[in-house]
């Protein structure tokens, strides 16, 4: 497994990552300890954490990672969510996610648009991370204590398109928050926000089977999906490169979140 990272001009400063094992499903893909250590101020700088191994690359996307799990242990529980009472297989993984790529096709996301998250560990944040990659969009990683204006320095820094956010999460109010940055939200049809403070926001869904003004819930996503827009999930799975960027960090080191791009090659 190699992880390639790219650093902003800030955040070069602060990253001192110490992987004391990096692990695919393939035991043959262990790393031993790599520390690595970013001084560069220049922008756009790349580190990389890898190591040697006498098993090639895979090439694989995530998705078709999925996939093959699916294929491989189909009837094998693959998440537990206990706080929300779910369990699922390989198989039901596949099968949701497909769902929700499919439903954000029909929402018009398109490939290589960012679509971030932002909540606390939850069932539809692991889900989103593979249906993301299914219909080749970038997921922005939004740490779930930032107040609004963290929030909206990050969706303006790496033009979200969508998020996908929890209803609260201990003081937070995540909907109150969005309605803080973008108060056209309520009165705006959902997925048709227009936001003179953060522009390119057009698509809000709140995780759960319940929405707010101006958003959709996210159930609601994984019925909306025609047969079309399954055929048109098939084109792109077949399309998406595996080292497409497939993940955007923010990380908290200093006052300003700084961005990371992320690309994970199995």
């Not at 790393?31 to 990389?48: A, G, V």
């Not at 969009?137 to 779930?144: K, S, W």
């Not at 698509?203 to 079309?228: E, H, K, P, Q, R």
Request: hydrophobic share 40%; aromatic share 10%; charged share 20%.
């Amino acid at each position: 497994m190699k992880f390639l990272i790219r650093y902003n001009k800030f955040g070069a400063n602060y990253f001192a990552h110490t992987y004391r094992k990096l692990i695919s499903s393939d035991k043959h893909h262990a790393l031993p300890l790599i520390r690595i250590q970013r001084k560069s101020t220049c922008k756009n700088e790349w580190s990389y954490a890898m190591g040697p191994s006498d098993v090639p690359l895979l090439g694989l996307t995530i998705g078709k990672a999925l996939d093959q799990a699916a294929e491989s242990f189909g009837d094998t529980e693959a998440v537990v969510s206990i706080h929300q009472s779910i369990r699922r297989t390989f198989s039901q993984v596949k099968e949701e996610s497909e769902k929700l790529a499919a439903g954000f096709l029909a929402l018009g996301f398109k490939r290589g648009d960012r679509i971030g998250i932002w909540g606390p560990n939850s069932y539809e944040w692991y889900l989103m991370e593979f249906a993301a990659a299914k219909a080749g969009l970038i997921l922005v990683n939004i740490n779930p204590s930032y107040r609004s204006s963290e929030l909206k320095y990050c969706l303006n820094k790496v033009s979200v398109k969508g998020i996908v956010c929890a209803t609260k999460f201990k003081t937070s109010d995540y909907y109150k928050m969005l309605n803080e940055i973008a108060p056209e939200l309520s009165s705006s049809p959902a997925g048709q926000l227009t936001s003179k403070d953060i522009p390119n926001l057009k698509t809000v869904i709140m995780m759960g089977s319940n929405s707010a003004s101006g958003t959709y819930s996210f159930d609601s996503i994984l019925g909306f999906a025609g047969s079309g827009h399954f055929d048109e999930l098939s084109e792109l799975e077949r399309k998406i490169q595996f080292d497409e960027p497939c993940n955007i960090q923010f990380t908290s080191v200093s006052v300003i979140p700084h961005v990371s791009t992320l690309w994970v090659i199995v």
